[in-house]
């Protein structure tokens, strides 16, 4: 009896998802467990896997929207798995290609076998690689992989098609033709658009700036940087400074980690502020599809390697769509380093419902006065520091006191490492 491929529950607040692409053809044999289509959520993209072996058949095609408990599939369990064909038996029929022999010395005739041809490298790539390859005619074996393992992704497979596209003449360029097309908002940017503009309308949202000098930070970085690589395996970078700083703020100023929470029923009147002990701080990650933003969690008890490793292991997820919805979810603090696009200075916007989000900014050497010769110019490594604060339970004066408290923990590591 054909078994359903049914939509599960993916989390409280999904009730549908859309039909990104089908990872397995319709027709095709699939294995127990074995991804057979990509989900678009407004979270992430995840893959679904066959709850059963059998042959697929599709009744949901790529762009349907469909509800949580929904039937995409059927999969056909009485269907036996495909058998390797037999290799080919050589016959010495007419127009067939002649096969070598050599005499033995006894006078036998000794067939010699033609040698085999290589087998052509498999090219290791993720399931939405292979699909955009597909899709376009593209050889996988001639896309440069940056994937872990030196896996393709489906990031270097459009980067190909770009530097293909941009190589080959307009059509219409020299009769001056303009294009015009049309794609389908997916269904992440859909809901980034609609949590910006509910954050602009629903929290009394300022911004408050400050800046910090890298100078001591960088001189740490670049002076134990191979150390630290060689001992845990991952590099430093300057988020694990910015998240350690942010919790130091954070346990000092604890209404930028708290939540403005509504009424929650006809009998209470008044909303409340959740205050939280724990800091589960998220980092914006930048995609092909949109701004993700997922969370590192209890980073109060969590040491540079651990803040690191943590950072890096969501970044190589979030750009290969394997983020789960958990990991999606619940963070009490955002930080957003618009340095790595050469931002100079932002106003970012909350993630509600969210009360604080730290900008972070691109560094750059200006003149300021030199904290060690008083009354003297020198050039120095700055970067500009930028907290959107929802001002309904954050003060001005709590706003500034967290810059300020990041800045002169940046300024000076060796507070973060012994905790004052």
Not at 93 to 108: D, R, T, W
Request: with cysteine; charged share 20%.
């Amino acid at each position: 009896m054909p078994t359903n491929v049914v939509i599960p529950s993916l989390g409280e607040s999904i009730s549908e998802v859309v039909i990104n692409s089908w990872l397995k053809p319709d027709g095709a044999y699939v294995k127990r467990d074995e991804d057979i289509v990509e989900l678009e959520t407004d979270k992430a993209n995840m893959p679904l896997p066959a709850p059963i072996a059998g042959v697929i058949r599709h009744s949901r095609v790529p762009g349907d929207t469909v509800p949580v408990g929904g039937v995409i599939a059927v999969i056909d369990e009485s269907a036996a798995p495909p058998t390797a064909p037999a290799p080919p038996v050589a016959t010495a029929a007419s127009g067939s290609a002649a096969i070598p022999v050599a005499v033995s010395p006894g006078g036998h005739m000794l067939a010699s076998a033609p040698a085999a041809a290589p087998a052509a490298a498999e090219v290791r790539a993720t399931p939405l690689a292979k699909k955009v390859a597909d899709e376009s005619r593209v050889d996988l074996s001639k896309v440069s992989a940056t994937g872990p393992g030196g896996r393709v992704r489906e990031q270097d497979v459009k980067a190909f098609l770009g530097k293909a596209a941009a190589a080959a003449p307009v059509p219409g360029a020299a009769a001056g033709g303009r294009g015009v097309r049309r794609e389908r908002m997916s269904t992440l940017r859909q809901r980034i658009a609609t949590r910006l503009v509910e954050a602009q309308h629903n929290a009394a949202m300022l911004t408050t700036f400050n800046e910090c000098d890298m100078t001591n930070v960088m001189a740490l970085r670049n002076k134990h940087k191979d150390a630290f690589e060689k001992r845990h395996g991952v590099k430093l970078g300057f988020m694990s400074f910015f998240v350690r700083a942010a919790v130091a703020a954070l346990e000092k100023y604890p209404s930028v980690n708290a939540f403005i929470v509504p009424p929650s029923g006809p009998d209470s009147k008044a909303s409340e502020v959740e205050y939280h002990d724990y800091c589960d701080i998220a980092v914006a990650v930048g995609t092909e599809r949109g701004l993700v933003v997922p969370v590192l969690r209890n980073c109060e008890s969590l040491g540079f390697a651990e803040i690191e490793s943590g950072i890096n292991a969501l970044a190589v997820k979030a750009r290969d769509s394997k983020l789960t919805i958990e990991e999606m979810q619940g963070g009490t603090f955002t930080i957003s380093n618009g340095g790595v696009y050469g931002s100079l200075m932002s106003t970012p916007i909350l993630n509600p419902p969210q009360s604080g989000i730290l900008g972070m900014h691109n560094i750059v050497k200006r003149p300021v006065e030199d904290p060690e010769n008083p009354g003297q110019i020198a050039l120095r490594p700055m970067m500009y520091l930028a907290l959107s604060y929802d001002h309904r339970i954050v003060d001005g004066a709590g706003a500034v006191g967290f810059l300020k408290a990041i800045r002169e923990g940046i300024e000076d590591p060796a507070r973060l490492l012994l905790g004052v």
